[in-house]
Nanobody
């Protein structure tokens, strides 16, 4: 089992910035991918960004150039730096951990990000 603890959500004005953190603990495999998904009301959960253990990053087109994902493998922690936030970024953001080449897939409890003036 893997436990994920998220932090950093909140209310921010359009154009502002937020940084999300997610710390993983438990049965951590070296070969993993960690990332962030989001779900807005009435919409499906979608990938925001992910980063593998060896540094390969993937971003949704809607956040490219505004969001940056990073990892501290020694701390089993993934970060999402969000800049130039837009109202359309409002959603619950979920941390995700995937053990590569296995069905093991874990989710955090979610953290609310609201972009509003």
């Amino acid at each position: 089992q893997v436990q994920l603890v998220e932090s950093g959500g909140g209310l921010v004005q359009p154009g502002g910035s937020l940084r999300l953190s997610c710390a993983a603990s438990g049965s951590i495999s070296r070969f993993n991918s960690m990332g962030w998904y989001r779900q807005a009301p009435g919409k499906k959960r979608e990938l925001v960004a992910s980063r593998t253990y060896d540094g390969t990053s993937t971003y949704a087109d809607s956040v490219k150039g505004r969001f940056t994902i990073s990892r501290d493998n020694a701390k089993n922690t993934v970060y999402l730096q969000m800049m130039s936030l837009e109202p359309e970024d409002t959603a619950v953001y979920y941390c995700n951990y995937k053990q590569l080449w296995s069905p093991n897939d874990y989710w955090g409890q979610g953290t609310q990000v609201t972009v509003s003036s």
